[in-house]
């Protein structure tokens, strides 16, 4: 079976642009996570989908958005770029009937410049 | 959602076992404490995940006591490989919420 993928794997974009960021779930897994990496602040939680609709979301700001579409494919979004958006963004998901095991994918290297 | 706190970073051998614990003094009645480990440049992969006394798996065990205020992972006979940071979360069954602490750095050596 096929791990989660996301794309692009790397990104640089100028301060004050947008990006969109996809991500392919495992076949069959309906929910997915966004984290963010930075090497200052970790691992940190931006939202999580289920079938469509956000279910949970972390304290980001509103520039920070996603979808997630009928096929489970998710995108994030990020307007407005700043400096400090640079990161690794990370996608994972969840098989139905798990709570607690999540597969990452391998991430999206974000630099803002 | 309960706080995690591990140490930053632990040195050990090829062949020894590897014991990290974690403390999370106010976790819930529903949260369950999980392992990940996390390769530079690459995702975090699931570990193991318990609520208490001890669990195993063909990976890892990880221990947990009756108050559930801290757990340990304990890895046998660990690689070089097996170099990498591990985050100790607990996950809440009621907010879906998975927060990661700072983790573990582990630094095997030949």
């Known amino acids: 079976k096929a791990g989660v993928t996301q794309t692009p794997r790397y990104l640089i974009k100028t301060r004050g642009q947008q990006v969109t960021l996809s991500c392919s779930p495992i076949s069959g897994h309906r929910s997915v996570s966004w984290y963010q990496q930075t090497p200052g602040q970790g691992l940190q939680f931006l939202f999580e989908?289920?079938?469509?609709?956000?279910?949970n979301k972390g304290n980001f700001p509103g520039r920070f958005s996603g979808r997630q579409f009928s096929n489970s494919r998710s995108e994030m979004n990020v307007s407005t770029l700043e400096l400090g958006d640079s990161a690794l963004y990370l996608c994972a998901s969840r098989p139905s009937g798990s709570l607690y095991e999540q597969y990452f994918g391998p991430g999206t290297r974000l630099t803002v410049t | 959602l309960a706080k995690t706190t591990q140490p930053i970073s632990m040195d050990s051998y090829e062949g020894q076992e590897v014991n990290i614990t974690c403390s999370h003094n106010n976790i819930a009645t529903n949260d369950y404490i999980t392992w990940y480990q996390q390769f530079p440049s690459q995702g975090p992969r699931f570990i193991i995940q318990?609520?208490?006394t001890k669990v195993t798996n063909e990976v890892a065990s990880l221990f947990i006591p009756a108050d559930r205020k801290s757990s340990t992972l304990s890895l046998p006979r660990v690689s070089l490989s097996d170099t990498a940071v591990y985050y100790c979360l607990a996950f809440n069954t009621g907010g879906f919420k998975t927060i990661f602490g700072a983790g573990t750095r582990l630094f095997v050596k030949a």
């Open positions: 989908y289920f079938s469509e609709t956000q279910r």
């Open positions: 318990g609520y208490k």
